[in-house]
């Protein structure tokens, strides 16, 4: 599908020069729904998978490892740790604490945040998060693994700086395109006297 180029009325046009017209609504799906249908036996509820410990760990079949169930904020650094973890697991050079401690884990961040999308956001707690991850992942081997850093405030404050900077430049954007608009709506008012 080419990208829309502009909206004008009820017509969008295309970047390949072609119109879709008489359009009544437009939907724009900026966030995404869980689903696992490869994995039947994995539910999903209130768009979170409910059992896994600290947002990784399935804690009914601890070989199954989750990578990016969490929402926004330092994500890809948030991968990488979750990452270092789960090939610890897997490799069986990190250990998982008690079934108990792990449903604690999560009853309490239930109680804490809810049950939904809420969950498994990592806002504010950074620091508190990526800490458990490498406590738990451990210091690793000499030569056999990534050593994970501490946590540094900076990557909080870089990547807060950074979302400043994609609000600015589409508010900049979007005031560019609705200038744009008013000015193609002025120029047809002007044709039609």
């Known amino acids: 599908m080419p990208l829309t180029e502009r909206v004008s009325n009820r017509t969008v046009h295309l970047t390949n020069g072609n119109c879709i017209t008489d359009v009544d ?15 039947p036996t994995v539910p999903v509820r ?3 998978v409910p059992d896994l410990y600290q947002h990784v760990v399935w804690q009914k079949d601890p070989t199954l490892l989750f990578v990016g169930a ?3 904020g330092l994500t890809f650094k ?13 490799a069986g050079r990190a250990t998982l604490p008690s079934a108990e401690v792990m449903q604690k884990w999560e009853a309490d961040r ?3 945040r809810g049950d939904g999308v809420k ?5 504010p707690d950074f620091e508190d998060y990526f800490e458990t991850l ?10 056999k693994g990534r050593k994970l850093p501490k946590f540094r405030r900076e990557w909080v404050r870089a990547f807060f700086e950074g979302l400043e900077r994609r609000k600015a430049m589409w508010r900049r954007l979007n005031l560019k395109s609705r200038a744009a608009l008013n000015t193609e709506t002025i120029h047809k008012e002007v044709a039609r006297l």
Do not use: C, D, M
């Not at 609504?25 to 994995?39: E, K, M, N, Q, R």
């Not at 948030?78 to 897997?90: D, G, K, T």
């Not at 969950?119 to 806002?123: A, D, G, P």
């Not at 490498?134 to 030569?143: F, I, S």
């Open 134 to 143: 490498r406590r738990l992942a451990g210091e690793g081997v000499e030569g």
């Open 70 to 72: 969490v929402a926004a």
């Open 110 to 112: 239930v109680k804490a």
């Open 119 to 123: 969950f498994t956001l990592l806002f």
């Open 25 to 39: 609504h437009i939907v724009f799906g900026t966030g995404y729904s869980w689903t696992l249908p490869f994995l």
């Open 46 to 48: 209130n768009n979170r």
């Open 78 to 90: 948030v991968f990488e740790w979750q990452s270092v973890l789960a090939a610890r697991l897997l």
